[in-house]
């Protein structure tokens, strides 16, 4: 038929546009985040194996694609914060300190779904400088909850990727949404890292169901 070839109609609706609800909550979190003097990124939703598991020290079955291309990008992420700590990878040659945030959707396996994949929003964020460590990478998180009003509580955990002792986990009202911690050695050689790093990962779905029962 061809596009050209249809007749325009108006539809009798009225309607305004909007943001949704959760696009203005992750616009506040982005100016609170941007008022630490944060810098935010946007990253791929796709990924490949190294990126996602073996750089981070971690292992990770993270969703395959069928037709991949290209295996720089055959997976689709399992978790947000090694695309943030890959943006830092390639601005190493910028000046220090760097602080990056980034919102993504993650994915996994899950039988429950219709496509076998469930999909979440995450932030992570990574702080990097000669003197970067677990105590503020803790009080960003703190800061951040703060600001929104949560009471974060924190329980110390050991992650793969950071090191031993040196990272825990952040609940919210009992349930754990995240983690935070300093980057290993070895994660840090991984990536070709000069610097320290303090990292943590959110969980943005469980942040937002959080504020909307507090309204």
Known sequence: VGYSNLTPQIPNISTIGEESPFARFQKKVSDVLVGAGMLEVATFHLSNRRVDGELMGTATVPVALVNALTEDFCVLRSWLLPSVVQVLQVNTSHEFPQMLFGFGRVFAHAKSTETGVAESERLAFVVSHAKADLTEIKQVVEYLGRL???????????????????????????????????????????????????VAELDMDALFEAIRKTV
Do not use: Y
Request: glycine share 12%; proline share 8%; charged share 15%.
């Open 148 to 198: 929104l009003g949560l009471e974060f509580s924190v329980a110390a955990v050991d992650h793969p990727s950071c090191i031993p002792g040196r990272s825990a986990d952040v609940l919210l009202n009992g349930k754990r949404i995240g983690f935070f911690g300093e980057l290993s050695p070895q994660v840090l050689t991984n990536w070709s890292l000069q610097m320290p790093c303090g």
